[in-house]
């Protein structure tokens, strides 16, 4: 029989104390129902470790990517303190002669953002940290446009058998909705253009709020960006993200599903035009004659203005406190002398600024967000805290 669920240690300790009684070991797995290749396992185990090898094992990584183990950033850190005018290069040459045949060795661009991180990067060698997003809590819109929240609301399926999937916008402050639109699916390309319809009509907001979801944000985008959040911080616009699974920093936005779907949708359109129509029948009775008690029973019209900022398109981008600047190719890459370095397909077109820090190591941008630190022998681009999903003044 298997181990007993009761006390796996136990079962081990009582398999080891028969091999150690002089009983066979095809004769001990038998009767404990594992194989041999389990048992010696088991058995080795104790003999190397003792007893605290019959515990069971964690099962989680040894370690992460990008993540150093503890002795060795310890170490890098420890370095620095002892020589505070060496960069990533020479410390990182120091543990090459410690750690010789120890472990795998850092990337110099690992060990400028160990350094980074714990604050030890002269002042003169990076950028000003001012103009770094700063990890904030959920901003609290004052006014009309400070924020706008944007999401889907759940998908159903129409009278002729499609489904719809209702893109909403809201403003924070007032209430307002300002956009409801029935889309065939949650691709970027139509709700970019229901955006730029958007903005042209009411102007640009200071910042977004959505969930982490498609297409707001992308599992595999660098640092959870995705075209459409790209687009929106190159119209000067900030974005905040909630939690996953906590829906309710959105509560304002799903209050408002919860009627959306009520009026709309039982039953739902014929079509997807029937249904826009539901939708923006409900859209001017919501904002125009339905009294909210949050803001003393007044309608969100009577809140509502559009945004003083227009939409005008995309701004150039420049970066004149840095060395220069490249444009990311359609594969998502860079190319730093003759070498292409991966940063993000989520970034093809926009153009980057890179600074050189340290002998080396190169600091690349986007905007005023700091991405990371590519070390050209490496070909790699070594991320930091993420950059993004704050709230940050977009005039700055």
């Not at 950033?73 to 120890?102: F, N, S, T, Y």
């Not at 003393?296 to 227009?310: G, H, T």
Request: charged share 30%; net charge positive; with cysteine.
């Amino acid at each position: 029989m298997p181990w007993r669920e009761c006390s796996v240690m136990e079962e081990r300790l009582r398999f080891v104390a028969r091999l150690l009684d002089g009983e066979g070991m095809s004769e001990v797995c038998r009767e404990f129902g594992i194989s041999r290749k389990t048992g010696y396992k088991i058995f080795g185990r104790y003999r190397e470790e003792g007893l605290e090898a019959l515990c069971d094992r964690s099962r989680r990584p040894v370690r992460y990517a990008n993540q150093l183990p503890d002795p060795v950033e310890r170490l890098i850190v420890e370095a620095k303190r002892d020589k505070p005018h060496w960069g990533a290069r020479k410390i990182r040459e120091l543990l090459v002669r410690k750690l010789a045949g120890d472990v795998r060795i850092p990337a110099k661009s690992t060990v400028h953002a160990v350094l980074d991180r714990h604050g030890l990067v002269s002042q003169a060698r990076k950028r000003n940290r001012a103009n770094k997003a700063e990890g904030t809590p959920l901003s609290q819109a004052v006014q009309p446009n400070d924020l706008w929240c944007a999401d889907f609301k759940g998908e159903f399926k129409l009278g002729d058998g499609r489904y719809c999937y209702p893109l909403t916008v809201t403003d924070q402050a007032s209430r307002y909705l300002l956009l409801a639109e029935a889309l065939e699916a949650t691709k970027e390309a139509p709700v970019i253009e229901a955006f730029v319809r958007l903005f042209k009509e009411r102007g640009l907001p200071h910042a977004i709020r959505s969930d982490n979801g498609v297409p707001f944000a992308s599992p595999n985008g660098l640092y959870n960006l995705s075209r459409l959040s790209v687009w929106w911080l190159r119209l000067g616009i900030a974005i905040e993200r909630i939690r996953p699974g906590h829906p309710q920093q959105n509560g304002r936005h799903e209050r408002m599903h919860r009627t959306l779907k009520q009026e709309t949708t039982r039953p739902p359109g014929m079509n997807a035009l029937q249904q826009q129509a539901r939708f923006d029948a409900f859209i001017s009775e919501f904002n125009e004659e339905r009294p909210h008690e949050a803001i003393a029973m007044k309608v969100p019209a009577e809140l509502y203005s559009p945004s003083s900022r227009p939409y005008d398109g995309l701004p150039e981008l420049t970066y004149p406190f840095h060395d220069k600047d490249t444009m990311v190719t359609a594969c998502g890459r860079i190319c730093m002398m003759r070498k292409k370095i991966n940063v993000s397909t989520v970034l093809a077109g926009q153009r980057l600024g890179i600074k050189e820090v340290d002998d080396g190591i190169w600091l690349v941008s986007f905007m005023h967000y700091d991405l990371g630190y590519v070390d050209l022998e490496q070909r790699t681009l070594q991320t930091i805290d993420n950059p993004f999903g704050t709230r940050l003044s977009p005039m700055s």
